[in-house]
């Protein structure tokens, strides 16, 4: 296996996840991942490991951003077919990324919570939503994040900032956590 192949491997999980919470169904978001990584190994093998994260994710973002335009000219061109693809991230929100978030202890609590959870993270601006799914659920550096967002990295704290305070205020948590 090719140390690109083991990164892939490492990385999949993260940018499957960052994919369904940017909206994308199950299938469409494989195939996003499978077009960024294809890309990915044709363009940057030769680039050092220590870039890849910043690399990889940026091409999982434009080629998200790519198969969603695609999708709206489709849905404007064949206006007349209904899709029903409701996105269900039960498979995706998990205990552990809502206790994470909020510090919510009890279980029973936190599955409550993630259904509103799930809403607030959807309502949040693109730049809050990118950069807590790039930070905190897919693990990346606030130097990565920034590079891969072309922000600076007081924008990352910013943004990661104001999204915990919006979430842990709609979902009524105490805000200790937030800082």
Request: net charge negative; proline share 1%; with cysteine.
């Amino acid at each position: 296996m090719s140390a690109m192949d083991a990164f892939f491997k490492a990385h999949q999980q993260q940018a499957f996840l960052y994919c369904r919470y940017q909206g994308l169904p199950s299938e469409d978001a494989y195939d996003v991942l499978q077009d960024a990584m294809l890309k990915c190994f044709k363009r940057y093998s030769d680039k050092s490991e220590t870039e890849w994260p910043a690399l990889f994710f940026t091409t999982v973002k434009f080629t998200m951003i790519d198969f969603k335009r695609k999708a709206k000219l489709k849905q404007a061109l064949f206006f007349w077919q209904t899709h029903s693809d409701e996105t269900n991230l039960d498979d995706v929100l998990n205990y552990q990324n809502l206790q994470f978030l909020v510090g919510v202890e009890d279980e029973l609590v936190a599955q409550q919570l993630m259904e509103r959870f799930y809403t607030v993270v959807r309502e949040l601006s693109e730049q809050q939503r990118e950069v807590l799914l790039l930070r905190v659920l897919n693990g990346l550096s606030e130097k990565v994040t920034a590079q891969v967002l072309n922000i600076s990295i007081g924008s990352v704290k910013t943004h990661l900032h104001r999204a915990k305070t919006t979430i842990l205020n709609e979902l009524g948590v105490a805000n200790d956590n937030a800082a």
